[in-house]
């Protein structure tokens, strides 16, 4: 039996929920150019990074043009997940191709988030869900819960089936996660697995692979078969990479012996608040390189107690929300994400368990 967590008063986890708010009120007071110039910088390094890789993916399979397109193709994460997020919307003078209601969408799907996700099935899973019911049973990312199948196989198969997760795990498990939790809302009921592989094949597998396998490797016909064949390989072991980049950086945000999972929902704001900070961890911060590769996904804790802030907020911030942590007496668990990623397969592959608690008071 995993012990609770310790015992915190009502009036602790309303002082932190005040000094949480406060601190947001602060950080959309300072939004301006800055935020946007920042924005547009990290895109102009993921366009670089995607020009490389088609410029070199004719010449036969090569490393350059593979970490190129992957690189590319890691940053429309990126910036999906922080601009679906809301982090732009309310920045003075946001162009509305940054906003969450344009990005992605309609017709901007394949130009600014070419990916096997759906965007607004990915928003809903993962910014109304997976943030609203985090750690919780509710929680669609959860991973000790979706891999209790894992657990019941062979140890070296748990391992093997953890490999064959980082490398496909975008068309392999999220893809058909993030639609599921999008049909359920429309349909009010569960979609069967034959209606859902449908609808994954017409609105994700197929729309992706198109674009991924199909139109870019053709873009290099006038060049001739063996320019065609080699961008098609580059593209298909880019995005293989890209699977694992992203698996690496999202995987472990909320898996690990040292983080809770919640038996129950949150008695407060307070609670809530305290529960966003007990259930992440944070990899190395600081420095927009780092960050970058890390797809800023390193500022997990600030990014639950603020989802809907601009990138460079984050940076900025983390040292406040590590001084409310401590002046709180809550856990600012923070460690690389080398190390955050071993936490995680080891949930995976049942050698460790989360910590469980009913509440957090």
Sequence with gaps: MQPAVEPSSDARLAAFARDVQALRREVFASLGEDDLAHLRK??????????????????GPNLVSIAGLSLGRSTRWLLMHHIGHRGYDAVPGVEARYTSQSFASGKRRFRDWPDFIEPEAWKYEHNVLHHAYTGQELDPDLIERNTEWVRARPVPVRWALLGVLALTWRASYY????????????????????????????????????????????????????????AFLNSVLADLLTNVHTFLVVGPNHAGDDLYRFDSPPASKGEYFARQVLGSANYRTGGDWNDFLHLWLNYQIEHHLLPDVPMLQYQRVAPKVRALCAKHGLPYVQQSVWRRFGKMAQIFVGQRVMKRAAATR
Aim: charged share 20%; hydrophobic share 50%; glycine share 10%.
């Design 42 to 59: 990290i895109e102009r390094w993921g366009r670089l990074a995607t020009a490389v890789g088609l410029a070199s993916a004719w010449l």
């Design 175 to 230: 893809a058909e996660v993030t639609l599921a939790a999008r049909l359920e809302k429309e349909q009010g009921e569960k979609p069967s697995a034959r209606t859902l592989r449908r609808a994954a094949l017409r609105e994700c597998w197929l729309p992706y692979g198109s674009y991924a396998f199909g139109a870019l490797p053709l873009l290099f016909a006038p060049l001739g078969p063996f320019a065609v064949g080699s």
